[in-house]
């Protein structure tokens, strides 16, 4: 056997005598420690979770594969609370009041309940009401308002859309988007006055021109007002 053979080196190099202990009786009691001690390391390692996700203090659920975290810089997924951006809260104040305007005739020249509103009228008359802002009567100059323009693809409710004659001249008419590809206008007085429609029918896809994000104009007062 290989460890007699080791033995009796061990014991013909340090000249043990007869009454020396085999190694392996010796070391015999020592194997149980050596498993305890085995097992106590591999219980100690962290084990990988079932999952690959991770709860955010949130309560929100991120997927560990779909974040880098050594490139998100800490406070990167949160929203600051200092930001003077009221935007939503003007939105939602617009819109309310506009749907409790709906079925109100359409006049050309209106701008009012009581007289009822043509396109531009009814814009005109909610961010007046509502975010303090005093917009040109034409949908031309309306139009024209410094304000910044959006992508289709990135409106959001509040911003004023306009249209013209199935893409034929300039602007004729104007609304207000909010949301899931529908706006809120005074239409005409044959199609019922202040009404809601898609973005996405026939008419209207054809005479999409553009839109701008008149509430970012604004007065201070009205933004921290909402807040």
Not at 4 to 16: C, K, L, P, R, S
Not at 36 to 48: D, E, M, R, V, Y
Not at 122 to 143: D, N
Not at 173 to 202: P, T
Request: hydrophobic share 35%; proline share 6%.
């Amino acid at each position: 056997m290989r460890i007699e053979a080791i033995e009796g080196i061990v014991a013909g190099t340090f000249n043990f005598p007869d009454t020396v202990v085999p190694m392996r009786k010796r070391f015999a009691p020592l194997v149980p420690l050596a498993l305890i001690a085995l097992l106590t390391a591999c219980a100690g390692q962290p084990t990988q979770p079932d999952t690959a996700y991770t709860s955010a203090p949130s309560g929100q659920v991120f997927d560990q594969a779909a974040i880098d975290f050594d490139t998100v810089e800490p406070g990167e997924q949160e929203f600051s609370d200092d930001t003077a951006y009221q935007l939503p809260q003007l939105a939602d104040s617009i819109l309310e009041r506009g749907f409790t305007l709906v079925g109100t005739p359409y006049r050309y020249g209106g701008n009012s309940v009581k007289t009822g509103f043509d396109c531009s009228g009814f814009v005109g008359f909610l961010f007046r009401k509502e975010a303090g802002l005093e917009l040109p009567r034409s949908t031309r100059e309306l139009i024209n308002l410094d304000a910044p323009v959006v992508k289709r693809s990135e409106l959001e409710p509040g911003d004023v859309v306009f249209f013209n004659n199935r893409g034929r001249g300039r602007v004729t008419h104007a609304g207000i988007y909010i949301g899931d590809d529908r706006f809120i206008h005074s239409s005409s007085s044959r199609s019922g006055g202040v009404r809601v429609d898609s973005l996405d029918d026939k008419y209207w896809r054809a005479s999409y021109m553009e839109a701008k994000r008149v509430l970012a104009l604004a007065p201070m007062e009205h933004t921290t007002a909402h807040n």
